[in-house]
């Protein structure tokens, strides 16, 4: 199951236009009053979920940290946290050509988010990122990774939960549903791509796989507990942050 995170204050900034944008995002934000509601609602929900995950994961970002540790009270798991789960082009300060990578966020103001989260030696006090803007080709490249990883690193009656991001997400998607496809897509910037997955804040995407290459798709983009906390309509479900923005 692929979740993304709750409205973070960056969605909510690009929802006023890409100037007001541009002057105020941050490498990693928190979530909006908004954000942590839908986290609340993604949790009173995902108890009822079948097959119940069994396994809870998410970036090193604020805003999936804050996302999960509801989720993770709810179901009763550790959050175990992956250093190569962050967004689309990692931590980055500045926009557009003054865009530049930043460090992340030091361990102690992760972890006292919640105590179920269990870090890597990666996260420390200096932060967890130390690579270079993440360029689309490497994008694409490190979503296969990771859907190879969820298929290695598990058993074969494990239920994972990942709470992630919009854009990486939509490409761990494309790398799992469709990987021919997902290969063209590392020559494009986040936004500009000629099809794509567009999740909703705290959606919720599920695909069971298989042995060999066989996958199934149960749902992709399910908001059922937006829909019943009365956050979103049906249709205007994508209104609650583009996942182009981050």
Known sequence: MLIRHGQSANNALAAQGA???????????????????QADALAGWIGGVDPRPTRLYCSPMRRTLQTAAPV??????????????YERPG???GFGETVRAAPGSPLAELSAITARAVFPGSVTERGWYTGEVETPQ??????????????????????VAIVAHGAIGALILSAIICPGRQETLGGFVAGTEPWWFDLANT???MVELMPGDKIEVHWINRVDHLVAAGMVTGANAHATGNPGTR
């Open 19 to 37: 100037e007001v944008f541009g002057a105020g995002r941050v490498a990693d934000p928190a979530l909006t009053e908004l954000g942590a509601r």
């Open 72 to 85: 993770a009270e709810a179901l009763d798991l550790p959050l175990e946290v992956e250093d190569f789960l």
């Open 91 to 93: 931590p980055t300060e």
């Open 138 to 159: 490497q994008a694409a490249a490190r979503a296969v990774r990771i859907a190879a990883w969820v298929r290695e690193a598990h058993d074969e009656d494990d239920c």
């Open 203 to 205: 959606s919720t995407s």
